[in-house]
């Protein structure tokens, strides 16, 4: 989308009254004046603290023109081919004498060849101006406005530095340019300028820091949360299968430019045993790709009023291609999707406005979606093309149980090595990893109870007196794991 073009294409045409509504007022005016320029047309701007003022060339401001009636008959009189910005005008919108001075100058804008422009951040128009007006919306910037933005800044700092020039690391600069598409370009400026001036660089360890800073600069009410401490992929035990498919996919999903004929992933829908890391593992994604993680909150979105929880839905979903590239997780899906008839249609809806935004979506949001119970989703969420795969997170194995054990025992800062890690994984068949990190928390409780160091016998102990989830509900997951048996990847 040309901005520029597009702007002088509307002031060519005529539009008598044309309405901005952008908070960016400085970026518009520029915008206006190089179209003018380019018409070879006059252009004067006007707000009430100031007065009207020519800006091609920039006149000294018309004092005696500051009130609103008086810069409204200097125009109807001035019977003058021009374009008049009028900044914040809609305030005085409650004086109908006001008004109908407005529309007068309107409609014998096609004699005089007068534009009006109302710039402000959020304009309501009159009923009777409605009629002749035309709507202009400044594009948001693209890739090389963003990134001509953040290298002003730091050629600015790199000319103030006494002592060399701002380091930048081209991948992250990269990196920074696309996390910055879907802002404004003051506020790709004020990111950017807090980015430089932090460490004199532009590097990898910037990432996670700006994208919490562009969530917190975007947040809306809620429904979505920003996961900052992404974890690290190392922490996720096994999953090798996963880890393999997902680093072939990154360098498409956050450069598809640089990888032409592909198609960029699109997400992956987690199945599994509960407790057994698909939520890690969904963290662990965003950390794998280096981008925010969003996470959104079904039970959230649902309002007694009809049409607001789509509504809230469409919303999140919205900012989430703001906040693009990013993760948007979805834990156990099925609670916010199971159809049923006795909600008035509307898990119905929700589906159906999900379905359509994950096949027509362009932004670069990857969604990974939990479930525990596939029997819960509707069928045609689950169906091929819909999600990129479908992954089943199941029981882990002998040599998966040691390396969680030893994560969980480093973790709070006990030297692994002096455990029988083998024993330890030997005995706990049919745990899933939350059971075996809460074997090692139990152990640590009965130690300092007992005022005696963790040993691999204490944890033992927890073990035997501990029924795994796979013995109390073997029935549910005997059919869980049946099932994924042949319609599912092992995540291993």
């Known amino acids: 989308m040309n901005t520029q ?44 603290t100031e007065g009207l003022r020519r800006v091609d060339p920039d006149y000294s401001p018309q004092r005696h023109n500051s009130e609103p009636d ?72 693209d890739d090389r406005e963003t990134r001509r933005i953040v290298m002003e800044i730091a050629d600015s700092r790199s000319q103030e530095l006494a002592s060399g020039m701002v380091n ?52 809306n009410d809620g429904l979505l949360s920003f996961e900052a401490d992404t974890a690290n992929y190392a922490d996720v035990a096994g999953m090798q299968r996963l880890k393999n498919w997902l680093g072939q996919r990154k360098q498409t999903f956050l450069f598809p430019d640089k990888t032409p004929g592909l198609d960029p992933s699109r997400g992956v829908l987690l199945l599994g045993v509960q407790g057994c890391g698909k939520s890690l593992a969904a963290k662990a994604v965003a950390g794998l790709f280096g981008v925010g993680l969003l996470r959104l909150d079904f039970g959230s979105l649902y309002n007694k009023y009809h049409g607001e929880t789509e509504r809230n839905l469409r919303e999140s979903l919205k900012m989430a291609e703001i906040m693009a590239p990013c993760v948007l997780w979805i834990d156990e899906i099925e609670k916010g999707l199971s159809v049923g008839t006795e909600d008035g249609g509307t898990s119905n809806r929700v589906l159906g406005t999900l379905l359509t935004w994950m096949a027509e979506r362009t932004a670069p949001v990857f969604m990974v979606a939990t479930a525990n119970n596939i029997k819960a989703l509707p069928a045609e969420l689950v169906r091929k093309g819909r999600f990129d795969e479908i992954f089943f997170v199941d029981l882990p194995q002998k040599d998966i149980r040691a390396a969680i054990f030893q994560i969980h025992l480093e973790k709070r800062g006990l030297d692994a090595a002096m455990f029988d890690l083998d024993a330890l994984a030997s005995i706990s068949e049919g745990f899933t990893g939350a059971e075996l990190e809460q074997a090692v928390v139990s152990a640590l409780y009965t130690s300092y109870a007992r005022g005696v160091p963790l040993s691999t016998g204490l944890i033992e102990s927890e073990l035997v007196n501990t029924r795994p989830l796979s013995v109390v509900m073997s029935e549910q997951i005997s059919a869980l794991r049946q099932w994924a048996l042949e319609r599912t990847v092992p995540a291993d």
Request: hydrophobic share 45%; net charge negative; with cysteine.
């Open 70 to 141: 008086k810069v409204l008959a200097h125009i109807a009189a001035a019977k003058t081919r021009a374009v008049y910005v009028l900044l914040d005008f809609h305030a005085h919108f409650n004086d109908p004498v006001l008004v109908r001075r407005l529309k007068d100058i309107v409609l014998s804008a096609r004699e005089t060849g007068t534009t009006v422009v109302l710039l402000s951040h959020q304009i309501k128009l009159p009923g009777e101006l409605l009629h002749y007006s035309g709507h202009f919306e400044p594009a948001l910037p």
């Open 5 to 48: 073009h597009d702007l002088e294409v509307l002031l060519k045409s005529r539009t008598p009254l044309l309405v901005i509504e952008s908070g960016e007022e400085k970026r518009v005016l520029e915008l206006i004046k190089s179209a003018c320029l380019n018409m070879q047309t006059m252009l004067f701007s006007w707000k009430i």
């Open 168 to 219: 930048i690391d081209q991948d992250s600069l990269d990196q920074v340019v696309s996390n910055l598409q879907g802002m404004t370009a003051l506020d790709v400026s004020r990111l950017a300028r807090n980015l430089v001036y932090d460490d004199d660089a532009i590097t990898h360890s910037d990432l996670p820091g700006l994208m919490k800073a562009k969530y917190e600069l975007l947040k």
